[in-house]
């Protein structure tokens, strides 16, 4: 399945926004973008055709990410840590469309 992504790479400079996103595979996301989160700072976003996101946010020093579907209506996300297994799974396995029902054992986090 295809999304596109935006991201930022602190150390690089390399950054990409969610206007400008690139298309990716989920296969391609896995082997290309999650290596690249080395920073608290770096990002990932995938976007589904609807334009929803799932955010992945680093925790290097915890070996664990904190993936989230942002509300901006709602001032708030749904998420949860996951570590680099449970990322990779998550990512190859995204539905079509992408929202907080969607993706099992998401939290409630106002902003």
């Not at 930022?8 to 391609?28: C, H, Q, Y």
């Not at 840590?81 to 907080?100: G, W």
């Amino acid at each position: 399945m295809r999304f596109r992504v935006f991201y930022l790479i602190n150390r690089s400079g390399e950054r990409v926004s969610s206007t400008s996103a690139v298309e990716m595979t989920t296969k391609a996301i896995c082997e290309q973008m999650l290596d690249r989160l080395q920073s608290e700072d770096d990002y990932l976003g995938i976007l589904d055709a609807e334009d929803n996101a799932l955010q992945v946010l680093p925790e290097p020093d915890k070996q664990r990410y904190y993936v989230e579907v942002p509300l901006d209506a709602a001032k708030a996300s749904f998420g949860r840590y996951v570590d680099r297994a449970e990322l990779e799974a998550l990512i190859h396995d995204l539905p079509a469309q992408i929202n907080e029902r969607s993706i099992p054992g998401l939290t409630y986090r106002p902003w």
